[in-house]
């Protein structure tokens, strides 16, 4: 369910850890069917084929979880607060705070912006939430 489908984040790049998430969603998809997953998310068709397709394109965190709970995964709420809670426990784990954390992306969010993404105050894409994840995996890999 986006953070604990990939084994060993911190040792794959960013735009790996992206990728495996693409191909989650995409196998979601596969396996519930674009006609379903449109009527239960909010995304038109060509986004969902896209997916399907296994496409990277501009989806957001909740998209990504809307999706996935269309399969067998829980709620799409259940999944964004399970998806934060990991991540700053992630960042609890490492001590990292929320300026380390937005200076040591490949991003330009600054660290309220990245705070409010993380709480979920603020839409976040699963491209930057790829970036956090695995630099959050990383730190905590560096014993």
Not at 20 to 36: K, N
Not at 86 to 114: E, K, N, P, Q, Y
Request: proline content about 3%.
């Amino acid at each position: 369910m986006l953070y604990d489908e990939i084994e060993n984040p911190g040792e794959l790049t960013p735009a790996e850890v992206h990728a495996q998430y693409v191909a989650e969603l995409a196998g979601t998809t596969e396996s519930v069917g674009v006609d379903d997953v449109v009527a239960e998310t909010e995304l038109d068709r060509e986004a969902v084929e896209s997916v399907a397709n296994g496409e990277k394109l501009e989806l957001t965190l909740e998209d990504a979880a809307a999706i996935l709970a269309t399969g067998d995964a829980p709620p799409k709420d259940t999944i964004l607060l399970e998806v934060r809670d990991h991540l700053l426990m992630g960042m609890t784990t490492g001590v990292l705070d929320i300026d380390t954390l937005a200076s040591s992306i490949d991003s330009d969010l600054g660290a309220r912006a990245l705070q409010q993404k993380i709480e979920g105050r603020a839409p976040m894409t699963l491209e930057e939430y790829a970036l956090v994840h695995h630099f959050i995996a990383t730190r905590n890999d560096r014993d």
